[in-house]
């Protein structure tokens, strides 16, 4: 299993400005899925964070409004900038166990809330 | 692409009764897996109980077991002796399998309620 620490657990920030979660893993992961949970909603992935290299961001997503950082293999951060109430929303990190790759395993989630 | 489809987005079970929640999915993939997710308001995903596209037999952890029917891509989970502790938003989940991870294609979700 792979234990994921996720900071910070929530917060309440103003618009217009940005937000950066983090996430460490107790083990190094080649691949860091990040996604997105809208208020009653399912889970949507924003971008998939590789070391080493640029994030690869979904349909809908882009890369100046969810700034990624993968600077090692066992940690990465999310960024959601330039804050509007419509970003208020649950942020969760993933990763899957290896080598196997079967299962995923989650962060706390961060509750962002704008107001 | 790939997606997955819950048709109950609420349901509610007496304790110690049974309750099945279904899912359904879309794939032109011949192996993958199959997960239900749990996350009670403390947001965590918990992982409920796994199965995979190869294997013909059904999945089954504790009070928790699944109806795989690959020929009719449906994935419904049934739980026994439902528990006050089982109350929550279950996840259908849907992970292909390739070289290198992929990410999880999610359900909407079902909120189960749990009556004493």
């Known amino acids: 299993s792979a234990v994921i620490s996720q900071k910070p657990s929530r917060d309440i920030c103003q618009r217009g400005t940005s937000l950066t979660i983090q996430c460490q893993v107790d083990?190094?992961?080649?691949?860091m899925f990040w996604y997105r949970q809208q208020p009653g909603q399912s889970l949507t992935l924003i971008a998939t964070?590789?070391?080493?290299?640029?994030?690869?961001?979904e349909s809908g997503f882009v890369i100046d409004k969810f700034p990624i950082s993968r600077p090692n293999l066992t940690f990465s951060t999310l960024t959601v900038s330039n804050l509007s109430p419509e970003d208020s929303s649950i942020y969760l990190c993933?990763?899957?166990?290896?080598?196997?790759?079967?299962?995923?395993?989650f962060g706390q989630g961060t509750r962002l809330t704008v107001v | 692409a790939q997606t997955v489809t819950q048709s109950q987005p609420e349901m509610s079970v007496q304790e110690a009764e049974t309750v099945t929640l279904s899912c359904t999915y879309d794939?032109?993939?011949?192996?993958?897996?199959l997960f239900w997710y749990k996350q009670p308001p403390s947001r965590q995903m918990i992982l409920v109980i796994r199965?995979?596209?190869?294997?013909?037999q059904n999945a089954t952890e504790n009070r928790f077991s699944v109806n795989f029917q690959k020929a009719a891509k449906s994935f419904s989970l049934k739980i026994s002796d439902s528990q006050l502790g089982d109350a929550a938003m279950y996840f259908c989940?849907?992970?292909?399998?390739?070289?290198?991870?992929?990410?999880?294609?999610f359900g909407k979700g079902t909120r189960l309620s749990v009556i004493a």
């Open positions: 993933s990763v899957t166990n290896r080598p196997m790759n079967t299962e995923a395993f």
């Open positions: 083990s190094q992961v080649t691949m």
């Open positions: 964070a590789n070391q080493g290299s640029e994030a690869t961001y």
């Open positions: 794939t032109s993939e011949s192996d993958y897996y």
């Open positions: 199965q995979e596209a190869y294997k013909q």
């Open positions: 989940a849907y992970r292909r399998v390739a070289s290198g991870n992929t990410p999880l294609v």
